[in-house]
Every structure is written in structure tokens, then in C-alpha cells.
């Protein structure tokens, strides 16, 4: 049987996670903003209709959203990911291989399902995701990840279909793609979007009826891939196992700015002790630690100071007290006293690191040999008690406790953590 | 004390299950026990009480109209969202904006919510101006130590 590959997402997921828990908040404007409630990431419908754009800073639209009725929310992550999770466990009732592409996307492979069923069973998720979890979702079905993708476009742009289209069927592969503009394809940036403007390229159809060789010296391989991918010959597999990890970052914006040492080493230390946890959920390690802090570009007139440095460690390591100890001694190496008593005002400090390996595979150090045997359960000691207790319950001195953190990022209209925290659960009346 | 490595114990099998160990048999030195080839494991609390993760979602209650069904001011209620609600479901409903606990009452195409509460009327789903149900709630659960219900 042909194949057949689903991509199914969350119609404004955040939103929409926010809308489950408040009835107040069905058919009213709903946004959410970024970390430190920077930008509009997220807009329900009625958001859109108003003209609030993808990534409007906050402080221009929040006379409107005062003005328009518009409720705001912080990011609750913690709630976006434990609705992530529940609707992928419903996706893993309907497909046997499921990817899960983002937070809200993942890719489902059809192929057992015979071409007549495939509309009906999309719509039967779909349901039974809505009814269970209370998420409203689009499905878009195609032969290959990129017609997939652009499917769920038109199941969304289209009311008509009622939030599923399927190109694996001929006639609606026909109809669609000379109806689509090739901008809408997945991996058509702004750049490649004015290269296939310039071969002539209009809808969707024109961009696959493209001879793929000047394409690809155009576009390289990607631009290439996609004209395959359109005319149904599957260049992209489904991800089943997350790829290894190769680097991994803990970046923060400073709630405010920040000037005096001990507030950027305490920073620091908090997110090199996060990258800890991070690595060891992975069973990964690393022997270089990278280590940044800078003045914000918004700051017009104030002196300007960027600083990254890299520490080097004998061996590999995923102990938070070592990392962190990386981590001041980024910050020792390279802190200095402003010159002329006007001190720098530090938006932004983060740790790196870029050359992820294994830790049970990473060879040993012949000299500074750092002792796994005991950091290994202490480490394990501290994750399960944050595990049971709630993040943050046990963390190393020197990264301060969460809530005496007066540089934390901003999350200061947060909902409830509704799904995962029993002092927060929602309320109904009796 | 509980010893961190416990802890970690604890923590990982705390996360998923709880089990509840029945009684069982000590080994016998003597003639073999006719219970064993009738142990069944331990009582697997959370899969018996939630059999659909994804749909089951916690509420608190808050107010007295349910007294006549068994939920109580504070107690929790365990919604399963995948139930379909039916005659005499307990459900969490939005009325006006506002969820609340009720007790489904369907006669030929009337839907009713209402209190469980003898002092109470019971009014209709169509007099509020828009209601909708959340969910059906599976069990509610109930402390019997006192402020127990928020310390874990």
C-alpha cells in the first residue's frame, strides 16, 4: 500500500491550553508571550483578527490588548508540555510510529491504513484528542513529510474542510497544488522565496514541475529535496528516536539588568547546574563548557560589553558542581570593574556547550580524573528528590534558591500549572 | 530517616504507581502454600483508578451542593474526560463562564444539572445561557487527615 504520512498540530496550542482550563476565555482574544513576556508567540483566531502579528514586542501592544479586551499569559511551559504529552499518548492509540516533530506537531505514519479510511480515521483523532484533552487540532495527510505539512496548511486555511485535508488522494493533490502559493511549502524561506519568484515559480504546482538540477545549484540539495518531496518520492523518514544530541544551551534574559558579580555568578551557576540536569536525563557528558554574558543593543548610550569564553575540563561530565565551577571560573577569567565608575548592565548570561558525548563511552582522563563513582549517585540523589519534591526542591548553594532569585526570568502572568502541581489544580464550584 | 538512595527509590516507583501489597504468604519451609498459584501481584493503584492517562485531569471542589453524592467542600474530583456523560453522571460542567460539579439528569431530549444538595432546586441546562460539559468525573477522593490533601 502507498504511503502515507500524517502531520497533525495544535491550532494556537498554547492558546488553546490555556483555554481548556477557562471557560472565560472561549471566544475571546487570547495571546502569550514569550520568556520575560518579551513577545506574542501564541494567538487564538479572534488574536489574529485584531491584527496582533507573530512576535509583536508586548510593550507596543499592550495599550491595544488593554483597549481590545485581549487576555495575555505568560508562558506556562510546564503546562504546554504536560498537553504535549497527552496528546501524543491519544496519537500513539491511532498510528504505530509516531514523530514528535515539536511541542505541538507530530508526524504519524498511515501507511497501514487503507486511502479510503485515512479522511476517517483523521477525523476520529481528531475528535477523540478534542474530547479527551480538550485540544483542538488540524490533520494533514500526504506520501511525503512536505506535502504532509503543506496538507495541514490547507486543512487550516480551508474552513470548508473542516480541519483534514489528504493529498494522498489524487484528486485533492491535483486541486490543491495549483491553488496553493509556493511560499506556503515547508523549508520556503524569505530567501529561496525570491529565487523560485524569480524562476517564475507562482503556486505549489509550479515549484514542483521545476527541473530539479538548476534548483539545486540554487538552492543546494534542500531546495532540491523539497521538489521531490512534492512530487510524492519520500526523501525525509520519520524520526522515530530522537537524534543524539549534539550541543545544548541555558540562555536567559536577566528580569532586569544586572551589574554586580556575585548576581552573574549566581546566574550562571543556575544555568550551568539546569545543563547538568539536562545532560544527565540524556546519559551525556561534555569536557568544554562555554560561558556568555552581554550588555542588552537596546540599551542606546550605555557602554556596550559582550564576553564568552571557554573553559576546558580534563575529562567529560555531566556533574552540576563541576559545570558550575566551569562556569565561575568563565566568570572570574573574565569579569572586570568599569573603568570610570559607570558600571555595564548586563541583559543576558548563558551557558554552552557544542561537543555532546555519551558519558558512559567518553574516554578517561590520565591526569584530573574527576570522580564519577561518587558524583554519579549524589547527582542522581539531587534529580530524583527535584523529581518527586517539584524543580528546584535541592539545588547546589551556589545557584541560590529558585525563589530567592531576583534576576530569574519573568513569568508574571503565568497561569496555573493546572495538570502537574496539586497546590494549583483548577476549582470547580458545588 | 529515609537515606537518599531510598529517596530515589521511592521517587521512581512513586512517580507512576503506587503499590498497595496484599497480603501475601510467607515463604513455608514446611509444605508449599495453596495460595501460590493464586497471587496475582500487588494492587497496581493509579492503572485500576486511571485507566486513561492522557484524558484524566484532577479538579478542586469548592462548595456544598454535592453533599447528597458524596463530594464534599475540598475534596478532589478525578475527571476522565474520555467517559461519555450519560443519566446520572456526576460531571464538571461550564455554565456562564464558571465551572461547577453537577449531577446529569437526561429525560427523553431535557438535560438537566443538578445540585445534590436537599436544600437546593435543581435547574436546567438550557435556562443557563450557555453551558457545556468538561468532563465526567470518575471518583472523587477525600482526606481523612486533616490538610493532608496539599502536602505530598
Given at each position: 500500500?502507498?504511503?502515507?504520512?500524517?502531520?497533525?498540530?495544535?491550532?494556537s496550542?498554547?492558546c488553546?491550553?490555556?483555554?481548556?482550563?477557562?471557560?472565560?476565555?472561549?471566544r475571546v482574544p487570547v495571546i502569550?508571550?514569550?520568556?520575560?513576556?518579551?513577545?506574542?508567540?501564541?494567538r487564538t483566531a479572534e488574536a489574529k483578527a485584531l491584527g496582533i502579528k507573530?512576535?509583536?514586542?508586548?510593550?507596543?501592544?499592550?495599550?491595544q490588548?488593554?483597549?481590545d479586551g485581549v487576555?495575555?499569559?505568560?508562558?506556562?511551559?510546564?503546562?504546554?508540555?504536560?498537553?504535549?504529552?497527552?496528546?501524543?499518548?491519544?496519537?500513539?492509540?491511532?498510528?504505530?510510529?509516531?514523530?514528535?516533530?515539536?511541542?505541538?506537531?507530530?508526524?504519524?505514519?498511515?501507511?497501514?491504513?487503507?486511502?479510503?479510511?485515512?479522511?476517517?480515521?483523521?477525523?476520529?483523532?481528531?475528535?477523540?484528542?478534542?474530547?479527551?484533552?480538550?485540544?483542538?487540532?488540524?490533520?494533514?495527510?500526504?506520501?511525503?513529510?512536505?506535502?504532509?505539512?503543506?496538507?495541514?496548511?490547507?486543512?487550516?486555511?480551508?474552513p470548508?474542510?473542516?480541519?483534514?485535508?489528504?493529498?494522498?488522494?489524487?484528486?485533492?493533490?491535483?486541486?490543491?497544488?495549483?491553488?496553493?502559493?509556493?511560499?506556503?511549502?515547508?523549508?520556503?524561506?524569505?530567501?529561496?522565496?525570491?529565487?523560485?519568484?524569480?524562476?517564475?515559480?507562482?503556486?505549489?504546482?509550479?515549484?514542483?514541475?521545476?527541473?530539479?538540477?538548476?534548483?539545486?545549484?540554487?538552492?543546494?540539495?534542500?531546495?532540491?529535496?523539497?521538489?521531490?518531496?512534492?512530487?510524492?518520492?519520500?526523501?525525509?523518514?520519520?524520526?522515530?528516536?530522537?537524534?543524539?544530541?549534539?550541543?545544548?544551551?541555558?540562555?536567559?534574559?536577566?528580569?532586569?539588568?544586572?551589574?554586580?558579580?556575585?548576581?552573574?555568578?549566581?546566574?550562571?551557576?543556575?544555568?550551568?547546574?539546569?545543563?547538568?540536569?539536562?545532560?544527565?536525563?540524556?546519559?551525556?557528558?561534555?569536557?568544554?563548557?562555554?560561558?556568555?554574558?552581554?550588555?542588552?543593543?537596546?540599551?542606546?548610550?550605555?557602554?556596550?560589553?559582550?564576553?564568552?569564553?571557554?573553559?576546558?575540563?580534563?575529562?567529560?561530565?555531566?556533574?552540576?558542581?563541576?559545570?558550575?565551577?566551569?562556569?565561575?571560573?568563565?566568570?572570574?577569567?573574565?569579569?572586570?570593574?568599569?573603568?570610570?565608575?559607570?558600571?555595564?548592565?548586563?541583559?543576558?548570561?548563558?551557558?554552552?556547550?557544542?561537543?555532546?558525548?555519551?558519558?558512559?563511552?567518553?574516554?578517561?582522563?590520565?591526569?584530573?580524573?574527576?570522580?564519577?563513582?561518587?558524583?554519579?549517585?549524589?547527582?542522581?540523589?539531587?534529580?530524583?528528590?527535584?523529581?518527586?519534591?517539584?524543580?528546584?526542591?535541592?539545588?547546589?548553594?551556589?545557584?541560590?534558591?529558585?525563589?530567592?532569585?531576583?534576576?530569574?526570568?519573568?513569568?508574571?502572568?503565568?497561569?496555573?500549572?493546572?495538570?502537574?502541581?496539586?497546590?494549583?489544580?483548577?476549582?470547580?464550584?458545588? | 530517616?529515609?537515606?537518599?538512595?531510598?529517596?530515589?527509590?521511592?521517587?521512581?516507583?512513586?512517580?507512576?504507581?503506587?503499590?498497595?501489597?496484599?497480603?501475601?504468604?510467607?515463604?513455608?519451609?514446611?509444605?508449599?502454600?495453596?495460595?501460590?498459584?493464586?497471587?496475582?501481584?500487588?494492587?497496581?493503584?493509579?492503572?485500576?483508578?486511571?485507566?486513561?492517562?492522557?484524558?484524566?485531569?484532577?479538579?478542586?471542589?469548592?462548595?456544598?451542593?454535592?453533599?447528597?453524592?458524596?463530594?464534599?467542600?475540598?475534596?478532589?474530583?478525578?475527571?476522565?474526560?474520555?467517559?461519555?456523560?450519560?443519566?446520572?453522571?456526576?460531571?464538571?460542567?461550564?455554565?456562564?463562564?464558571?465551572?461547577?460539579?453537577?449531577?446529569?439528569?437526561?429525560?427523553?431530549?431535557?438535560?438537566?444539572?443538578?445540585?445534590?444538595?436537599?436544600?437546593?432546586?435543581?435547574?436546567?441546562?438550557?435556562?443557563?445561557?450557555?453551558?457545556?460539559?468538561?468532563?465526567?468525573?470518575?471518583?472523587?477522593?477525600?482526606?481523612?487527615?486533616?490538610?493532608?490533601?496539599?502536602?505530598?
Amino acid at each position: 500500500m502507498s504511503r502515507a504520512i500524517a502531520l497533525i498540530d495544535g491550532n494556537s496550542f498554547y492558546c488553546s491550553c490555556e483555554r481548556v482550563f477557562d471557560p472565560k476565555l472561549a471566544r475571546v482574544p487570547v495571546i502569550v508571550l514569550s520568556n520575560n513576556d518579551g513577545c506574542a508567540i501564541a494567538r487564538t483566531a479572534e488574536a489574529k483578527a485584531l491584527g496582533i502579528k507573530m512576535g509583536d514586542p508586548f510593550f507596543k501592544i499592550r495599550e491595544q490588548c488593554r483597549r481590545d479586551g485581549v487576555r495575555v499569559f505568560s508562558s506556562n511551559y510546564t503546562l504546554y508540555g504536560d498537553m504535549s504529552a497527552r496528546t501524543n499518548a491519544v496519537y500513539r492509540d491511532f498510528a504505530p510510529r509516531v514523530e514528535i516533530y515539536s511541542i505541538d506537531e507530530s508526524f504519524l505514519d498511515l501507511s497501514d491504513v487503507h486511502p479510503d479510511l485515512r479522511i476517517e480515521l483523521a477525523r476520529d483523532l481528531r475528535a477523540t484528542v478534542r474530547a479527551w484533552t480538550g485540544i483542538p487540532t488540524c490533520v494533514g495527510i500526504g506520501p511525503t513529510k512536505t506535502l504532509a505539512k503543506l496538507a495541514n496548511h490547507i486543512a487550516k486555511s480551508q474552513p470548508t474542510l473542516d480541519g483534514v485535508c489528504d493529498l494522498t488522494d489524487p484528486v485533492a493533490y491535483d486541486h490543491w497544488l495549483c491553488r496553493i502559493a509556493a511560499t506556503e511549502v515547508w523549508g520556503i524561506g524569505r530567501a529561496s522565496a525570491a529565487k523560485i519568484t524569480a524562476m517564475g515559480v507562482d503556486t505549489v504546482a509550479d515549484l514542483r514541475d521545476l527541473d530539479p538540477r538548476p534548483v539545486r545549484k540554487a538552492m543546494t540539495v534542500v531546495g532540491e529535496r523539497i521538489i521531490h518531496e512534492l512530487r510524492g518520492l519520500s526523501c525525509l523518514p520519520l524520526e522515530l528516536v530522537p537524534a543524539l544530541r549534539k550541543g545544548c544551551a541555558v540562555t536567559r534574559s536577566f528580569s532586569r539588568r544586572v551589574e554586580d558579580r556575585p548576581t552573574v555568578e549566581q546566574a550562571v551557576a543556575a544555568h550551568a547546574s539546569r545543563l547538568g540536569e539536562k545532560l544527565r536525563r540524556e546519559g551525556l557528558g561534555t569536557d568544554q563548557l562555554t560561558v556568555f554574558y552581554h550588555t542588552s543593543t537596546h540599551d542606546r548610550g550605555d557602554p556596550m560589553r559582550s564576553v564568552s569564553t571557554t573553559v576546558t575540563l580534563p575529562e567529560a561530565t555531566n556533574d552540576s558542581l563541576v559545570l558550575i565551577q566551569a562556569a565561575q571560573l568563565g566568570v572570574a577569567r573574565t569579569w572586570r570593574e568599569a573603568p570610570g565608575g559607570r558600571p555595564w548592565r548586563y541583559s543576558k548570561a548563558g551557558v554552552i556547550t557544542t561537543d555532546l558525548m555519551p558519558l558512559a563511552a567518553s574516554p578517561r582522563a590520565l591526569i584530573g580524573q574527576l570522580d564519577r563513582e561518587r558524583s554519579g549517585p549524589l547527582m542522581a540523589a539531587m534529580d530524583a528528590c527535584n523529581s518527586r519534591f517539584g524543580r528546584g526542591t535541592v539545588v547546589p548553594a551556589r545557584a541560590g534558591l529558585a525563589d530567592k532569585r531576583t534576576w530569574s526570568t519573568k513569568f508574571e502572568m503565568r497561569s496555573p500549572r493546572y495538570t502537574t502541581q496539586v497546590s494549583e489544580l483548577p476549582t470547580a464550584h458545588a | 530517616m529515609v537515606g537518599l538512595f531510598q529517596v530515589e527509590e521511592l521517587a521512581r516507583d512513586g512517580d507512576t504507581l503506587v503499590r498497595v501489597a496484599i497480603m501475601g504468604q510467607a515463604l513455608c519451609a514446611g509444605f508449599p502454600s495453596p495460595a501460590d498459584d493464586f497471587l496475582e501481584g500487588s494492587l497496581e493503584l493509579p492503572r485500576w483508578l486511571v485507566p486513561n492517562p492522557p484524558a484524566t485531569f484532577a479538579w478542586n471542589i469548592s462548595g456544598d451542593s454535592m453533599r447528597a453524592a458524596g463530594i464534599f467542600d475540598r475534596d478532589l474530583a478525578v475527571v476522565d474526560r474520555s467517559l461519555k456523560p450519560g443519566n446520572g453522571s456526576v460531571v464538571v460542567a461550564a455554565i456562564d463562564g464558571e465551572m461547577s460539579v453537577k449531577r446529569l439528569r437526561i429525560e427523553g431530549t431535557r438535560a438537566q444539572l443538578a445540585f445534590e444538595n436537599p436544600d437546593l432546586p435543581a435547574f436546567s441546562l438550557d435556562e443557563a445561557a450557555e453551558g457545556e460539559i468538561w468532563g465526567v468525573v470518575r471518583f472523587s477522593i477525600r482526606w481523612h487527615i486533616a490538610r493532608a490533601g496539599l502536602v505530598r
